[in-house]
């Protein structure tokens, strides 16, 4: 059973747009949502987090927007710039001791 | 900064073979990982150890064995490597639990 899910499972957009990325979760214990970047023949990296305390984590170009209610939540890339293009894994975990939990990832192509 | 080395980058390996996978950290980490990233399906947690000589299953722990030998190492062993275990499998460290990770750059294994 796929606790966290993501959507689309590709997107692709323009050298300028705004991509949104888009995940869900299951478990209302979860309370902490990281994001993480992976280039191809890399591991993952984290990119930014937010705690379900938040209902939006900024961080230059990155944006989380977290609604606890629906247990929703995206990532939003403003200004996509080529660099951009990578696979994007939203995760979840709850209380400490719990192990993070990933869905299966967004792949995104920025098109100059 | 510290690292996060796996051994090896690339794993051939033929179907009923023994194959054992590395990993090593230097962060002092307590906590160390082993994934499975196939095409599609995300990353599926095979293995966990909260500190040395433990070990906890993940979802995708049959057919797998891992080692916790020492606080900076963590192995992971495919009892008897199958076809359609062509994947690739990261390795990732965090101080804590749940807490973010680190992840190694992978292991591509190949049976053929």
């Known amino acids: 059973q796929q606790q966290v899910r993501q959507s689309p499972q590709s997107l692709t957009v323009w050298e300028g747009e705004t991509a949104i990325l888009n995940c869900s979760y299951e478990d209302s214990t979860f309370n902490y949502f990281p994001w993480y970047q992976q280039f191809p023949g890399e591991g993952p990296a984290l990119l930014i987090s937010?705690?379900?305390?938040?209902d939006k984590k900024e961080d230059g170009r990155f944006t989380i927007f977290f609604n606890k209610r629906e247990k929703k939540l995206s990532l939003h890339i403003t200004d996509s710039q080529p660099g951009d293009s990578a696979t994007y894994f939203c995760?979840?975990?709850?209380?400490?001791?719990?192990?993070?939990?990933f869905g299966t990832g967004t792949k995104l192509q920025v098109v100059p | 900064g510290g690292i996060i080395t796996q051994t090896p980058k690339f794993l051939i390996g033929q179907e009923g073979q023994k194959l054992t996978l590395k990993c090593q950290q230097n962060?002092?980490?307590?906590?160390m990982y082993w994934y499975r990233q196939d095409s599609g399906k995300g990353l599926r947690l095979i293995y966990y150890?909260?500190?040395?000589?433990?070990?906890q299953k993940g979802d995708l722990s049959e057919g797998y064995d891992a080692s916790r030998e020492k606080k900076s190492s963590f192995s992971l062993t495919v009892t008897s490597a199958q076809k359609n275990e062509m994947a690739v499998f990261l390795c990732?460290?965090?101080?804590?639990?749940?807490?973010?990770?680190?992840f190694g750059s992978g292991t591509r294994l190949l049976v053929i």
């Open positions: 150890s909260i500190t040395e000589n433990d070990l």
């Open positions: 937010i705690r379900s305390v938040s």
């Open positions: 990732a460290s965090s101080r804590r639990t749940g807490s973010d990770y680190t």
């Open positions: 962060f002092n980490h307590d906590t």
């Open positions: 995760a979840a975990s709850g209380n400490s001791g719990t192990y993070q939990r």
